[in-house]
């Protein structure tokens, strides 16, 4: 007799050393401890702005990559904000005849939620979560940008076989 294996169940844990995990359990094999890292699923960002930008040139670098988002760097690469569809939609309202031509840096998100390359897919899902936001740059040790991450691409790509 065969059977067919049961779904896995996926769960955010907390370590003894406060470190946290994703613990897939599978009721026929027992839990999987696995500890994936941000750098095993963040996308490189090639779409970054300057805060001196204009809105208008944001937006068609997001339209022209279909991106959410564009991250703001500052002329030393740092990170110091993301321009996202919600902020676009959030300012619109308030400033229509203007809002095009106002600077990326009176519209952005600031301060940004950033994590590292050793940051766990757990700590940052639940940064995510914490946070509400979808994306979050990864940055060096000196903040510089890497790349960034997003919660579809770690779920998308989550091993559970």
């Known amino acids: 007799m065969v059977r067919a294996a049961r779904p896995a169940a996926i769960h955010v844990v907390r370590r003894m050393?406060?470190?946290?995990?994703?613990?897939?359990?599978?009721?026929?094999?027992g839990p999987i401890?696995?500890?994936a890292l941000v750098k095993d699923y963040m996308i490189r960002k090639r779409e970054i702005v300057s805060p001196d930008?204009?809105?208008?040139s944001a937006i068609e670098l997001m339209v022209d990559h279909d991106q959410g988002?564009?991250?703001?760097?500052s002329p030393d690469d740092k990170v110091i904000?993301?321009?996202?569809?919600r902020d676009v939609l959030r300012r619109y309202l308030t400033s229509q005849d203007k809002f095009l031509h106002l600077?990326?840096?009176?519209?952005?998100?600031?301060?940004?939620?950033?994590?590292?390359?050793?940051?766990?897919v757990a700590e940052a899902l639940a940064l995510m979560n914490q946070k509400n936001v979808r994306r979050l740059p990864v940055v060096d040790g000196d903040g510089r940008m890497i790349g960034f991450v997003s919660w579809m691409e770690m779920f998308k790509n989550l091993p559970i076989d």
């Open 103 to 120: 600077k990326v840096s009176e519209v952005m998100s600031s301060p940004v939620t950033t994590v590292s390359v050793d940051t766990t």
């Open 69 to 73: 988002s564009v991250i703001v760097v």
């Open 53 to 56: 930008d204009s809105v208008q």
């Open 33 to 35: 401890k696995m500890v």
């Open 17 to 29: 050393s406060g470190q946290l995990a994703l613990s897939i359990h599978r009721p026929i094999f």
């Open 81 to 85: 904000g993301i321009f996202t569809e």
